[in-house]
C-alpha cells in the first residue's frame, strides 16, 4: 500500500471512530432521555474539533492521490506501444532433442534459443514476506477495546445540583408548628414553636493526573491524549457515584431483608412498597422515589420480571438486553436502576428529597513540561453527596 494511502486509511478511520464516540455519547443520553452532561458535552466537543483537523488533512491527500490514479491509468493506455516483445515466463522442453537443438542454434547465434536457454536455466529464487518483514506494515484497527462504565445512575437520578463553595449550609425543619383543638370558648390555643437547623456541606476534591510524553502524543493513531483524557473522565465518574454510593447506604434506614433463595415477585414488591410507605412517613410524599440495586441483585430480579405479558403484573418486566448501568425498568411504578457502586445484596430506595448531591466539574486541564518533552494532564471536580433525611432512604438487604 502506498504511503499516501496509508496515511489516508488511518485519518479516515481516526475520523469514523470520533464520530462513533460522540454518537455513542448520544446514544446514552438518549436512552436516558436527558441532555448531554458537562462531562459528555466536553468530550464530544473535544472529538469534534479533532474531526475538523483530520478533514483538513484529508483534503489535499485525496487530491494527490487522485492524481496519482490518473497518472497510473495514462502509463497503463501507453503500456502496450512501448513494451517490447516479451520472452516467455516459463520454457519446457518436450524432448532431449529439442533441448540439444536450442543449444546449437544459441551456438549459431540465435538470440531467441540463447533467451530460451536462459530461462530454462535459470535457478528461480523464491522471495516470500519472511525476507521483507520491513516492507510489511502493521495495522491497528480502532476504536480502542475500553471496557469501562462511566455511567453515574444514582446521582444523574438525583441530579447534581452546583456547587455553591467550599461549605455551605441547607436550612431544615426539625420541629412544626402544632394546630389543636380549643378547649372551650376564650381557652388558650396550643402553642409549639418551629425550630430549624441546618445541614453543612463541604466541598470535596477528585481527580487525577498523567504525564505523556510528546512522543506518544505525536506517534500514536489514535491519538493517546483523547484516550487518557476520557479515561480519567471516567475514573472521575466512577470514584463520584461511589461516594454518593457509599454516603447513601451508611444513613440509610434498614427496609426489608429479603430471604435466602430465589425470592417471589410479591416478595420483591412488597419490600419496595414498604419502602415507599417509610419514605412517605419521613418526606410526606416530596420528591420523586427510585430504586438502585447493583447488578448481582439484578440478576436475581430480572428473571422474576420477565418482559412477556406483563399485563396484570409488579412490573412490565425487564429487557436482559439493556442490562448494564441505568435505568432498567420499574416495579410497582418504582423505576429501578442499576448501579456497580451500590454494595452487594443491597438495594436503595429513596426520595429526591431525602439525598441531594452537588457537583462543579473543572474538567482537564494541561500543562507543558518543555525540559522533558511532556505534556501533564488532568482532571478533576469537586463533589459532595449530602444526607438530608436518613428515614427518606431505605435499605432493602437481601440474604445471601
Known amino acids: 500500500m502506498r504511503p499516501t494511502d496509508q496515511m489516508l486509511a488511518r485519518l479516515v478511520g481516526e475520523i469514523e471512530e470520533k464520530q462513533a464516540f460522540i454518537d455513542g455519547l448520544v446514544e446514552d443520553a438518549e436512552k436516558e432521555a436527558r441532555d448531554l ?3 459528555e458535552m466536553e ?18 491527500l485525496k487530491e494527490i492521490r487522485r492524481l496519482s490514479a490518473e497518472s497510473q491509468t495514462r502509463i497503463a493506455e501507453l503500456a502496450p506501444f512501448m513494451r517490447e516483445r516479451e520472452q516467455p515466463k516459463e520454457v519446457e522442453y518436450r524432448s532431449a532433442g529439442a533441448y540439444a537443438m536450442d543449444l546449437w542454434r544459441s551456438g549459431l547465434g540465435d538470440t531467441e534459443a540463447r533467451g530460451r536457454l536462459e530461462i530454462y536455466n535459470r535457478a528461480a529464487s523464491h522471495q516470500t514476506t519472511a525476507d521483507n518483514p520491513g516492507l510489511i506494515p502493521t495495522p491497528i484497527l480502532g476504536p480502542v477495546v475500553n471496557f469501562i462504565d462511566n455511567n453515574r445512575p444514582l446521582v444523574n437520578a438525583l441530579g447534581p445540583r452546583q456547587l455553591p463553595g467550599s461549605t455551605w449550609s441547607r436550612p431544615k425543619v426539625t420541629q412544626h408548628t402544632t394546630v389543636g383543638t380549643q378547649s372551650a370558648e376564650k381557652a388558650e390555643l396550643v402553642s409549639q414553636k418551629m425550630t430549624i437547623t441546618k445541614l453543612t456541606g463541604t466541598a470535596a476534591t477528585y481527580g487525577g493526573y498523567v504525564n505523556v510524553s510528546r512522543q506518544d502524543i505525536d506517534f500514536t493513531s489514535p491519538g493517546v491524549m483523547d484516550l487518557v483524557i476520557s479515561d480519567l473522565a471516567a475514573q472521575y465518574a466512577i470514584q463520584t457515584e461511589a461516594a454518593a454510593a457509599t454516603a447513601f447506604a451508611a444513613a440509610a434506614t434498614a427496609g426489608a431483608t429479603l430471604p435466602t433463595g430465589a425470592n417471589t415477585s410479591d416478595q420483591i414488591a412488597g419490600a ?12 410526606k410524599g416530596t420528591g420523586r422515589v427510585f430504586a438502585v440495586i447493583p447488578p448481582g441483585l439484578l440478576a436475581a430480579w430480572g428473571p422474576i420480571f420477565p418482559p412477556v405479558n406483563p399485563y396484570n403484573q409488579q412490573s412490565q418486566g425487564f429487557d436482559g438486553g439493556n442490562f448494564g448501568q441505568g435505568l432498567m425498568g420499574n416495579i410497582a411504578g418504582i423505576p429501578v436502576y442499576c448501579s456497580v457502586a451500590v454494595g452487594a445484596n443491597t438495594g436503595l430506595v429513596l426520595s429526591t428529597a431525602a439525598a441531594e448531591a452537588y457537583e462543579d466539574r473543572i474538567g482537564s486541564l494541561q500543562v507543558v513540561e518543555p525540559s522533558v518533552l511532556g505534556v501533564q494532564v488532568a482532571y478533576a471536580g469537586y463533589f459532595t453527596p449530602m444526607v438530608i433525611e436518613p428515614t427518606g432512604i431505605i435499605k432493602i438487604t437481601k440474604t445471601p
Open 272 to 283: 419496595l412498597w414498604g419502602a415507599a410507605s417509610a419514605i412517605y412517613t419521613a418526606t
Open 43 to 60: 468530550l464530544a466537543t473535544r472529538a469534534r474539533e479533532r474531526v475538523s483537523e483530520l478533514n483538513k488533512q484529508v483534503e489535499p
Open 37 to 39: 452532561n458537562p462531562q
